[in-house]
């Protein structure tokens, strides 16, 4: 699994990822917003951090260069499920370029990641104000408002499907999830936003460990399949 000790690698696959986007001036677009946008992507956290009695708890992708990671993660799970369903209702430059810029955004909410200080990262104004799905289409649409080239429509579409990904308004989206491509990008963040903290958390596991301590996009523990314990804590 690629992780923050592999930032090259997740760019450059971000990189093969918008070469295979057919449309040419969608393509240029997700080029100069990863060439852009290349140092934050290296330092952003995917995740903001709570202080709760003392403890920095942590998001999903808390760390250097997890929006990245994050971003490399839903367009690898989006792009697999529409290559699952292939069919030709699903346009798949849609599926890759929202996967990979969803959650820009992120780089106007929350500073950069940083070792040395406690807590690691802090939330900006844009963040309690607006959001980072706000901010995420903010910053597509100026770039794609360079391009007369793709359409009114198209451009309309590109951002329905980055600001509905968290599901519902209810949940944090701009709108209701109106296309079958805004479905398989909310699903895509929202499975790699549960499934990498928790599989990071079941390999931390020490042996003879069952479970997880709580993680915090499930708020609660996960128990390895690995274990033949059957006993939980006592208090449990």
């Not at 952003?44 to 999903?60: A, N, R």
């Amino acid at each position: 699994m690629i992780d923050e000790r592999n930032l090259d690698l997740a760019y450059n696959k971000l990189k093969e990822y918008n070469n295979k986007i057919e449309n040419q001036y969608l393509r240029e677009v997700g080029n100069r917003i990863l060439t852009d946008y290349k140092e934050d992507f290296y330092t952003v956290p995917g995740g903001s951090t709570k202080i709760i009695d003392g403890e920095e708890i942590l998001s999903h992708h808390s760390y250097k260069g997890g929006i990245l990671i994050h971003s490399l993660g839903v367009c690898n799970t989006a792009y697999t499920i529409a290559k699952t369903y292939e069919s030709k209702v699903i346009d798949m430059d849609l599926v890759i370029f929202c996967g990979m810029f969803h959650d820009l955004g992120k780089v106007k909410c929350y500073s950069k990641w940083d070792e040395n200080k406690f807590p690691h990262t802090y939330k900006f104004m844009e963040d309690e104000m607006m959001g980072h799905v706000y901010y995420s289409c903010n910053i597509v649409q100026k770039y794609l408002n360079e391009y007369e080239e793709l359409s009114d429509d198209y451009k309309l579409k590109i951002l329905h499907i980055i600001g509905s990904h968290h599901s519902s308004r209810a949940t944090g989206s701009m709108a209701e999830r109106k296309m079958i491509e805004a479905i398989i990008v909310s699903k895509a963040d929202n499975i790699d936003a549960l499934l990498t903290p928790s599989i990071k958390a079941l390999e931390d596991l020490k042996e003879g460990e069952v479970k997880t301590d709580k993680i915090y996009m499930l708020k609660d523990y996960i128990i390895s399949s690995k274990t033949n314990e059957r006993l939980l804590d006592e208090n449990e």
